[in-house]
């Protein structure tokens, strides 16, 4: 990376994540001497940065409840935890995806399970499907495709019988069976929860930075978020999820991403995802731990004053400054359950030369991750040639002046419409 982008980032850790991050911890380790659990389970990987800090303070004050970094995923513990009813398992399966994309194919699907699609290719073809890469987008294709799961489900069963067999045998070796036990995430649904509950059979309590108003019943006495716990008059758990991914950023570590788990003399080894390193993310890291061994010794876990450093993000959030845009527009994450999703980057960018319709446009704009942003790359030639592209694509004035007038207003007025112009790296 160059200097600048060292620069940005190392400011970005100091000013606006580690301050977001310690006060989480902080108010964690509060919760944890109050409560008294036997075991605090903080899940990878958001839960890493809030472990660290969780394991100095109890190297330095009594605190009862053990705390344990603990490999977690919501494909490996979702899946084991539907083993036994056919329906809710299949469910699992087809709709976590639907959950942040509207299309994937048949072969993502299929291999995220655990299964080889080649050996069902002949199958396939019986349920109308001819080739593996097929993107699975209409209700018919969904109907056709439960309708094949359903006919391998023999083969679907045994692949997550032998997971649920080796991750009981992780949590044996943990040391959570019968015992106490409060989990630590940033939170969305509760679903790693509730997928523990079923598996050990046990009331599970969950400590999150935020959660979804509606979460299952079950979880409704067994949870506290850092947000409404605080109480704070300017800051709702709807601005939080208006902007969520912005959030799981601050608690992203480079920590390899759980797959399942595998049986292997006896002892459950984990199967990890690999999805390529982010370069900004582990910089990111790196700035992290820097300051985390400088600094260590001065911080007051039994105090947080979060309402101030959440305002600050809000601000951030909601200006959008171009420099800020640029820079996350190079970010990517991972958002998708198992290996379904690809990374996708924080802030959606395009090329002037590449806009045709408003739809273009629209549909970058809305589905970026740092809500209602993009960056559109832009030189003098491009946007002196884009009016003659747009005329002899759409031959008429009127489309071509609107869409042209649309681009200007972009260009010189990027903060109203949340859209930042950006020169071509």
């Not at 995806?97 to 194919?105: A, L, V, Y």
């Not at 699907?109 to 199958?123: A, S, T």
């Not at 997550?160 to 992780?170: F, Q, R, S, T, V």
Request: aromatic share 14%; proline share 2%; with cysteine.
């Amino acid at each position: 990376m160059e200097k600048s982008d060292i620069d940005y980032w190392e400011k970005f850790c100091l000013k606006k994540m580690i301050p977001i991050v310690k006060n989480f911890s902080s108010w964690v380790i509060s919760q944890a001497d109050k409560d008294n659990f036997d075991i605090l389970l903080f899940l990878s990987r958001d839960g890493f940065y809030p472990y660290l800090y969780y394991k100095k303070a109890s190297a330095n004050k009594h605190i009862r409840s053990e705390g344990r970094y603990v490999l977690s995923s919501r494909r490996a513990y979702l899946y084991a935890s539907k083993l036994n009813d056919k329906d809710e398992l299949l469910d699992a399966i087809l709709n976590e995806q639907n959950s942040i994309e509207k299309k994937c194919s048949i072969k993502a699907i299929i291999e995220n399970i655990g299964l080889d699609l080649c050996n069902y290719e002949d199958e396939l073809r019986k349920f109308g499907f001819q080739h593996q890469l097929i993107d699975i987008q209409s209700n018919n294709q969904k109907d056709k495709l439960r309708e094949f799961l359903e006919y391998i489900y023999r083969d679907i069963h045994n692949a997550i019988e032998l997971e649920k067999k080796a991750l009981m045998n992780y949590f044996e070796n943990l040391g959570v069976i019968n015992k106490r036990i409060c989990i630590i995430d940033i939170g969305w649904r509760g679903t790693s929860q509730l997928a523990l509950m079923s598996l050990l059979n046990c009331e599970v309590f969950g400590y999150y930075f935020c959660l979804q108003k509606k979460i299952d019943r079950k979880l409704e006495k067994n949870v506290k978020t850092f947000i409404d716990e605080l109480c704070f008059s300017k800051i709702k758990s709807h601005y939080v999820f208006s902007n969520i991914m912005m959030f799981e950023f601050l608690f992203s570590s480079p920590m390899k991403s759980l797959k399942h788990f595998n049986i292997e003399k006896g002892y459950a080894r984990p199967e990890f995802i690999d999805r390529g390193e982010d370069k900004y993310i582990n910089s990111i890291h790196k700035i992290f731990l820097n300051e985390y061994k400088k600094n260590m010794h001065q911080y007051d876990f039994c105090r947080y004053q979060s309402n101030i450093d959440l305002i600050k993000y809000f601000f951030f959030l909601n200006i959008k400054s171009k420099k800020d845009r640029i820079a996350f527009s190079r970010v990517s994450i991972n958002i998708g359950i198992g290996e379904i999703n690809p990374n996708y980057p924080i802030v959606n960018k395009i090329s002037i030369s590449k806009i045709k319709s408003y739809k273009d446009l629209s549909s970058l704009y809305y589905n970026s991750k740092w809500k209602d942003t993009l960056c559109i790359e832009w030189d003098v030639l491009s946007f002196k040639k884009i009016k003659l592209f747009l005329l002899y694509k759409f031959r008429t004035l009127i489309i071509v002046d609107k869409i042209i007038k649309f681009a200007k207003i972009i260009i010189k007025r990027p903060r109203k419409r949340n859209i930042s112009p950006c020169p071509k790296s």
